[in-house]
């Protein structure tokens, strides 16, 4: 069973540019859910992706997006990035039924300049 | 809203001690509530999931409680080792979404 898995692993980016971070979800997952994470602090939740439609999302505003693709893999897209941007991103998969555990990647060291 | 609290922020404990870990949360009505651990720089790693009908998990030396009604949850590790040392966050999910929320943090160092 091949777990969750993110790229890039760090990424370098200057203020005003756009970012693209992707996730693989775990096998038998549906659902995929990206957090920001500052230093520091706990995980933000950003948004949630089921059967590729955003199904709930925390308090970012619009230039965060996302996509699920039918294999269940999800992008995270941030337009115009921001000093504050700079965060570990983190994508977790899950089951819609069951349990519900959410299970993580390693996550993408985002820097901007 | 939705808001989560952990004490202590940091601890720091001989290798060989019991330790608890504290977490609470505002919201009552939760789908479940998962530690997790954290390594620096790293992802997050699974330790317990509890469901809001179950009182406690036990996985080899950690085991969990989650008393719903009055917002607490508590993380016991029993005989700490150095390789114990990390983050361990504490997240509850509520709403159709499965969000979690997550409180900041208790970083344990288990020294020799």
């Known amino acids: 069973e091949t777990g969750v898995t993110q790229s890039p692993t760090h990424l370098i980016k200057t203020r005003g540019q756009q970012v693209t971070l992707r996730c693989s979800s775990q096998s038998g997952h549906n659902t995929v859910s990206w957090y920001q994470q500052a230093l520091g602090q706990g995980p933000q939740f950003i948004f949630q992706?089921?059967?590729?439609?955003?199904?709930g999302r925390g308090n970012f505003p619009p230039r965060f997006s996302g996509l699920q693709f039918p294999n269940y893999s999800s992008e995270l897209n941030v337009n115009a990035l921001e000093l504050d941007d700079s965060a570990l991103y983190l994508c977790?998969?899950?089951?819609?039924?069951?349990?519900?555990?959410?299970?993580f990647g390693p996550g993408t060291r985002l820097l901007v300049l | 809203k939705q808001e989560v609290t952990q004490i202590p922020a940091a601890l720091s404990v001989p290798e060989g001690e019991n330790l608890v870990l504290n977490c609470s949360f505002t919201d009552s009505a939760i789908y479940n509530l998962q530690w997790f651990r954290q390594d620096p720089g790293k992802g997050l790693t699974s330790l317990l999931l509890?469901?809001?009908?179950?009182r406690e998990q036990t996985s080899g030396r950690l085991n969990a409680s989650l008393d719903k009604s009055s917002g607490r949850s508590t993380l016991y590790i029993a005989a700490s080792q150095p390789g114990d040392s990390a983050t361990y966050l504490c997240a509850v999910m509520t709403g159709t979404a499965s969000k979690l929320t997550f409180g900041t943090g208790t970083r344990l160092q288990v020294t020799l």
């Open positions: 977790a998969s899950s089951s819609s039924s069951g349990a519900r555990a959410q299970y």
């Open positions: 992706y089921y059967r590729e439609e955003e199904n």
């Open positions: 509890i469901q809001s009908s179950q």
